[in-house]
């Protein structure tokens, strides 16, 4: 009895680890392809502040900087970015950076700012290391980059490869709109991280 009770043990918790594990993959690999779909999409890059709903809001769909690309990929899979950094933020104000001189949370900008994006994936531990290894870099993983001074960029490795087959491709909007690029290593990584619930 002691070991068919044993057996039936080991048995579920293969069974809920390869469920776990699967979840993981299905996110990923979602994110992947949501952030693939938005390069079908002709967004035109502008960072003018908007006034949007809440939850769920969105800039124009027309319109769109860097991090409205990492809002809308997370929000094809259902998770809303916008009310997630806003609700850590608001519980937590101190522990995001106050490069904006604001006094209090604001849900229309807080979560489209690359250093509170990268604040809120830290907080819930989704950083992963750094590195000039390509293949650390997993589809649906997010990556940021320094381009030069307090210039900051956001963008999500995708499961689509480099021509040389080296590294995958990045989805971003750079200036040019939501595009699919090889250009993981063209600035200076400053954060990379695989946030899923």
Known sequence: MKHYIKKVFITIALISFSFCYAQTETTKTTLSNSAIELTKQKVTYDPSYFSIGYPNGDVPSDKGVCTDVIIRAYRKIGIDLQKKVHEDMKANF??????????????NIDHRRVPNLMTFFKRKGASKPITN???DYKPGDVVCWNLSGAITHIGIVVDKK????????IVHNIGA??????????????GHYRYNE
């Open 177 to 190: 709109g939501q595009v699919l690029q090889n250009c993981l290593f063209s600035f200076k990584i400053i």
């Open 133 to 135: 290894n390509a293949k």
């Open 162 to 169: 480099s021509t040389d087959g080296k590294q995958n491709l």
């Open 94 to 107: 101190s522990s995001y950076p106050k490069l904006w001189g604001l006094k209090t949370t604001d849900k």
